[in-house]
């Protein structure tokens, strides 16, 4: 059995909802954007999907400096903080994948008790002030899927599904999150890559 069959809800995937989850990408996938990735996913439903990579921190602009940019205020000595790509739809907007200790005024998904999504301003302006979640990933773009997209990658062993924890999502460091995400589930990025290899 691979580590997918289990959550597919059937052969037809109709009852798949990875709410929460986070996806793996499998060596040689074919898309670079994607390539070791691992993606938390903020909202699943049989119309579509959404969620953020969050192991890809963008070499070109951090915290700082977008703020900066949307001319928000910063805070002297605020620490920096990485911006991510988080996918590569609407990769202007940013969201915030954080810990359940800040609520937006405006509007934050709950995707489960231990993680909320934020897409709105005040949480970059309470960021920019220290007065943010506690934990967070800030990121340009997101990545999407269309109504059984997901589901058909899925099946195409486009990627592994494993369990989300605040420990691998925000503490791990990037480089690291996508061999961690794979001990999840025993499964050793050596020898994936080699099945790979001889697919």
């Given at each position: 059995m691979t580590p997918t069959e289990d959550s597919t809800g059937g052969a037809d995937g109709a009852v798949m909802d990875l709410t929460g989850k986070l996806l793996i990408a499998m060596p040689g996938m074919g898309d670079a954007r994607f390539e070791h990735s691992v993606i938390y996913i903020c909202a699943h439903s049989p119309e579509g999907a959404m969620g953020l990579i969050i192991n890809k921190p963008s070499p070109d602009i951090a915290m700082r400096d977008l703020l900066e940019q949307l001319e928000l205020g910063v805070a002297p000595g605020l620490p920096q903080?990485?911006?991510?790509?988080?996918?590569?739809?609407?990769?202007?907007?940013?969201?915030?994948?954080?810990?359940?200790?800040?609520?937006?005024?405006?509007?934050?998904?709950?995707?489960?008790?231990?993680?909320?999504?934020?897409?709105?301003?005040?949480?970059?302006?309470?960021?920019?002030?220290?007065?943010?979640?506690?934990?967070?990933?800030?990121?340009?773009?997101?990545?999407?899927?269309?109504e059984g997209q997901l589901e058909s990658e899925i099946a195409q062993n486009a990627w592994l599904t494993c369990d989300a924890s605040p420990e691998l999502v925000f503490g791990a460091a990037d480089e690291g999150k996508w061999e961690a995400a794979l001990g999840t589930l025993g499964v050793s990025a050596l020898s994936l890559s080699s099945e790979a290899g001889h697919a």
């Amino acid at each position: 059995m691979t580590p997918t069959e289990d959550s597919t809800g059937g052969a037809d995937g109709a009852v798949m909802d990875l709410t929460g989850k986070l996806l793996i990408a499998m060596p040689g996938m074919g898309d670079a954007r994607f390539e070791h990735s691992v993606i938390y996913i903020c909202a699943h439903s049989p119309e579509g999907a959404m969620g953020l990579i969050i192991n890809k921190p963008s070499p070109d602009i951090a915290m700082r400096d977008l703020l900066e940019q949307l001319e928000l205020g910063v805070a002297p000595g605020l620490p920096q903080m990485p911006v991510h790509f988080g996918g590569p739809v609407e990769h202007a907007r940013g969201f915030v994948l954080h810990s359940p200790d800040f609520t937006s005024a405006a509007h934050s998904l709950r995707v489960d008790a231990r993680f909320r999504m934020t897409g709105t301003l005040d949480i970059l302006e309470a960021m920019g002030q220290g007065n943010g979640p506690e934990r967070a990933i800030l990121a340009l773009g997101y990545a999407g899927w269309g109504e059984g997209q997901l589901e058909s990658e899925i099946a195409q062993n486009a990627w592994l599904t494993c369990d989300a924890s605040p420990e691998l999502v925000f503490g791990a460091a990037d480089e690291g999150k996508w061999e961690a995400a794979l001990g999840t589930l025993g499964v050793s990025a050596l020898s994936l890559s080699s099945e790979a290899g001889h697919a």
